[in-house]
């Protein structure tokens, strides 16, 4: 009689973890299928936002300005109601699934690859007078400004590899823009052509990681999380050299980047901007004179009133499933076509 009461314990704890495991297997294949199905959410809503910076690019062609339809975010919102004012029969299927989301001008930002210029074919060289305006914004956000040289430096040997190292943005009048060359600043002072090679660099033959995101300034000795959070707003690394974008920067931004100007006077510029935006650089001049720059030479691969990088912020709630994702979107000048450059989810 014991033993046949063990043996039928036994069995009951044999099958009752067989079930365990089973009921474990069900529910992680569920769990892939729930992700699977909100990253082809995810996917469509990309293509729906890439097609609003594309109609947008044709309505407005080479003007980007905060007042545009791609600058209203999309609170949370129940997928069923989108694919029912479209018509779609099966909108009841999307009661359980949320979007929400928001596109950001990236060329709002300093972008930090501009601190490397290619003056000609296979040279790349730090630009001075780019490491002088990342030292203003340094200054005025409270960082230690001597970081702006090794970020320079960081950034001219994270290239070494990189496929888009002499690319250029294409202008809207079908001319390669220039690479930013201003001031002869590639040659001045103690840097010189061999990457890694500066200030007795010990590690000239270690290539670092590809600069492609703010969280990169890590690897840089002197920066601290609480630093990179506070350059998050106003810094940014682009595949290729890029002009700031003159209608969407911040007061900071642009305090940084225009010689002379101080943030009062910066800030005063974003209020008259929101009252009427810029249709050309002229505009932009007239508008900082009228705030007290004087003799501002405005360089056209530095200042612009279009851009070309959008960062596309999603998320998409799928019952138990979330996908958080951040994608960079290149928007071509001549024909208003879009793709994508690289797509990073949030852990």
């Known amino acids: ?28 294949i569920e769990n ?18 890439r097609l ?5 690019g044709d309505t407005s062609a080479g003007i980007t300005y905060l007042g545009g339809l791609w600058g209203v975010p999309i609170a949370k919102t129940r997928l069923s109601d989108f694919l029912g004012q479209i018509g779609e029969v099966r909108a009841e299927q999307g009661q359980a699934t949320y979007l929400s989301g928001s596109i950001e001008d990236a060329q709002a930002k300093f972008n930090l690859r501009n601190l490397v210029s290619s003056p000609a074919p296979g040279v790349m060289q730090i630009n001075t007078e780019q490491i002088g305006a990342y030292q203003r914004l340094l200054v005025s956000l409270g960082v230690n400004s001597q970081l702006a040289k090794n970020t320079a430096l960081q950034m001219r040997a994270s290239l070494g590899q990189s496929a888009t190292r002499f690319q250029t943005i294409t202008s809207t009048t079908g001319a390669p823009a220039a690479p930013i060359t201003t001031g002869g600043g590639a040659t001045s002072g103690s840097f010189t052509d061999k990457p890694g090679m500066e200030d007795g660099d010990d590690n000239a033959a ?25 350059l998050r707003p106003f810094v940014t690394v682009l595949p290729t050299v890029s002009a700031v974008n003159m209608n969407t920067a911040s007061a900071e931004v642009i305090a940084a980047i225009v010689p002379g100007m101080n943030l009062s006077a910066a800030q005063a510029f974003v209020a008259r901007r929101q009252t009427v935006f810029f249709h050309n650089v002229s505009d932009v001049q007239l508008a900082l004179r009228g705030a007290g720059v004087q003799s501002v030479a405005i360089d056209p691969n530095e200042m612009d009133v279009n851009t070309n990088y959008f960062l596309i912020h999603g998320r998409v709630q799928h019952e138990r499933a979330e996908v958080d994702r951040t994608t960079l979107v290149y928007r071509d000048a001549l024909t208003h076509t879009t793709r994508i450059v690289r797509v990073q989810d949030q852990l």
Do not use: C, F, K, N
């Open 1 to 28: 009689m014991i033993s046949a009461l063990l043996v039928v314990a036994l069995s009951a704890i044999l099958v009752s973890g067989m079930l365990w495991r089973q009921q474990v297997q069900i529910r992680r």
């Open 32 to 49: 892939q299928r729930l992700l699977s199905q909100a990253q082809w959410v995810a996917r469509g809503a990309l293509d729906w936002t």
């Open 52 to 56: 609003i910076l594309r109609s947008e």
């Open 206 to 230: 270690v290539a670092p990681l590809q600069m492609t995101s703010v969280d990169s300034l890590l690897d840089i000795p002197g920066y601290t999380p609480e630093m990179i959070a506070r």
